[in-house]
């Protein structure tokens, strides 16, 4: 049984999640010869204060470029 974990930045819509975790099924289906109804799908959603890139948070990075 695949168990797949995708961590997301908040902010897409449910369409959007619903559109990625069909892709991501399909995918690992294809490629493992999985039925669909072994595939998890995890999906993990945080702030943008939660993640950074070469030490800056992402809500900085965003302020920083709308100044």
Known sequence: ???????????????MKERLVK?????????????EEQVRIILSEMSDQHYAIGGVTMASKKESASS
Request: aromatic fraction near 0%; hydrophobic fraction near 45%.
């Open 1 to 15: 049984m695949p168990i797949i974990q995708i961590h997301l930045l908040e902010g897409r819509s449910r369409d």
């Open 23 to 35: 892709s991501v099924t399909a995918a690992v289906c294809e490629s493992l010869g999985a039925r």
